[in-house]
């Protein structure tokens, strides 16, 4: 064990029970690392520390950040299986293996009402309702009930069709009964007895029991013909065929083989699939491939355990049998585990590996067949879709006024390229026609010489301006690419600070971008970089203002020859640190004299 570990992990692993158990990483900050399963808690967690176990760069990395080590003892390994696998979907530990897979699966709910409807839903509520799945399929449900539906007439209003409600004939029939959908029973042209023989005939099918369904219409089909109930015996027959065409699709391998559940893995350098199959009298009737993202270079045994467990409790599975590449015995041995080597379970076997296979094939080529983007295109095209703009916005450029108490107007204008800032192309404004605090008539001088300067030199416009304001300033902006012929050729938003509210041209009502969205932190990084870049500018005027009147006020010294000493000098103390020597041969003996004299009063 490491002679480098805290006195605190050191007296963890010492007292770690010999009991298998679930243990738990987490870091200085209390953050989960890693969760993990053990036959012997003390030796497994113990392995870790090991020189031998730290066999790749993942695995030091993860033993380097365990500050604290907690444990739960359990009865066997098959139940620390089931515990692993339920903290990990639950805590979303950074070192464990990611199935990527959380989809919910549909159900097929038969409502516990009078005169039951048979419907799709994601969500079972225990209402006395009977639900069939979960299926691993849409396109089998949609199947199964377009089955049923032409089978069975059933009700799909959501009438409360109690006995006293029809007796008063609340309620009145609809298109579906006309179209011969539904039998009426909301005007009591359909009694309970023979609604509910459907229903228990959809629950048999529904159950898998084809074959004591189809019987059950052979008998009602021959009963009609010997009544010379003919049309009615066709109707029989018709459904019968329907369900023996349904049946015969399924794949049979042998229906000795009843209820049980079928596993395999393909395992890759950094990924796994894993395909599960359930059959049901020898008939596969749900299929499902989850696809596995590795960590800490899992051994197979162990996703395959991770994936079984998974996939059997979302789905519901009772299967007591499992048919699967590598024994399990060991780690689930409350149910019987097949590994078979020939005949008809080895072809179910095959079967599921071939799907996996199919899946593996199709993942990969839907990601070569996916352009590859660069981290700026997608957060440009994030943004194109955000603001509905008809091209992705490589070029944006932002512009922002900056003035104190209406002194020293300056503008900034910053220009993006590929979502990030170009420096050398920024560019900053004194504002000139405009006298006092006044943002919009800036705004507008501002953006009309920058795109009249663009339009003159025959540069690129960008594809997005975004202006730091409101409506107010957006409207300004818009006025000056009118009167440069520019407004819709361009496309132009404002962007308010306090909400974060964008504005579009002539729409009075804003669009609030979610605030984690890349679109908006792109927008407000443009604005803030604006911003910045505005009052920088704004406060070395100021600086430059205020050291100018102080050298204003020495009798004597003109602003003709402060601003000649300025084209030389940066600030007062450059100048201050000159001799009279050096000051007279810039500006002349009497004039250095006296400025001499001034700034070296104690």
Not at 63 to 73: A, E, L, M, N, P
Not at 165 to 177: F, M, P, T
Request: glycine content about 4%.
């Amino acid at each position: 064990m490491s002679r480098f570990l805290s006195q605190h992990l050191q007296k963890t692993l010492f007292n770690l029970p010999e009991q298998p158990g679930v243990y738990r990483f987490y870091d200085k900050n209390r953050k989960i690392l890693y969760v993990g399963k053990a036959k012997n808690l003390r030796k497994r967690v113990g392995s870790y520390f090991t020189s031998k176990s730290a066999d790749s760069f993942k695995s030091k990395v993860l033993t380097s950040k365990i500050h604290d080590i907690t444990y739960v003892i359990v009865d066997s390994e098959s139940d620390a299986l089931l515990l692993e696998n339920n903290l990990i979907k639950k805590l979303q530990p950074r070192y464990n293996v990611l199935l990527k897979d959380d989809k919910s699966f549909p159900w097929i709910c038969i409502k516990n009402e009078p005169f039951p409807r048979v419907f799709s839903t994601r969500n079972s509520v225990q209402d006395g309702s009977v639900y069939f799945g979960p299926y691993t399929s849409a396109l089998m449900v949609r199947t199964l009930l377009d089955l049923i539906r032409h089978i069975y007439p059933l009700r799909t209003c959501n009438y409360q069709l109690t006995e006293e409600n029809i007796q008063i004939g609340k309620y009145k029939v609809c298109l579906e009964y006309h179209l011969g959908n539904c039998r009426g029973p909301c005007e009591g042209l359909q009694d309970h007895e023979s609604y509910s023989k459907n229903i228990a005939q959809i629950k048999q099918i529904l159950k898998g029991n084809l074959g004591e369904v189809i019987e059950f219409l052979k008998g009602e089909m021959n009963r009609f013909a010997r009544e010379y109930r003919f049309e009615e015996a066709g109707q029989m027959k018709k459904k019968v065929d329907i369900l023996r065409n349904f049946q015969s699709k399924s794949t049979i391998v042998n229906r000795a083989i009843h209820n049980v559940d079928v596993f395999s893995i393909i395992d890759e350098e950094h990924t796994a699939f894993v395909n599960y199959l359930n059959i049901v009298k020898g008939a596969v009737v749900q299929v499902h491939t989850v696809e596995m993202k590795k960590k800490l270079k899992e051994e197979p045994l162990e996703l395959l355990l991770f994936a079984i467990t998974d996939i059997r409790e979302r789905i519901h599975s009772e299967a007591k049998e499992l048919i699967v590449p590598m024994d399990i015995s060991k780690e689930m041995p409350e149910y019987q585990i097949t590994v078979p080597k020939i005949g008809d379970k080895k072809k179910l076997l095959e079967l599921s590996e071939r799907n996996a296979r199919a899946y593996r094939l199709e993942k990969k080529r839907k990601q070569s067949e996916k352009p590859k983007l660069y981290p700026w295109e997608n957060i440009l095209k994030r943004l194109q879709k955000d603001l509905m703009l008809n091209q992705i916005p490589v070029h944006i450029e932002c512009f922002d006024n900056s003035n104190m108490q209406g002194t020293h107007p300056v503008a900034a204008c910053v220009v993006f390229r590929k979502a990030k800032p170009a420096k050398n192309e920024y560019r900053h404004y004194h504002i000139k026609t405009v006298e006092g605090p006044d943002d919009y008539a800036s705004m507008e001088e501002i953006v009309y010489r920058r795109y009249r300067r663009l339009k003159e030199d025959s540069k690129a416009m960008p594809q997005l301006i975004v202006i730091d304001g409101g409506k107010g300033q957006l409207n300004a902006a818009l006025s000056s690419l009118e009167k440069l012929r520019l407004r819709g050729s361009i496309a132009v938003i404002g962007i308010a600070k306090k909400l974060e509210e964008i504005y579009f041209p002539e729409d009075p009502v804003p669009l609030f971008i979610d605030k984690n969205s890349p679109s908006l932190k792109l927008l407000q990084h443009l604005r803030n970089e604006a911003h910045r870049f505005g009052i920088e500018f704004h406060r070395s005027q100021r600086s430059k203002s205020m050291t100018q009147s102080v050298l204003e006020t020495i009798p004597g010294i003109g602003k003709k020859t402060i601003q000649r000493l300025f084209r030389e000098f940066k600030s007062v103390g450059e100048i201050r640190n000159l001799s009279e020597h050096e000051l007279a041969d810039r500006i002349g003996k009497t004039k250095a004299s006296t400025l001499y004299r001034h700034l070296h009063i104690k």
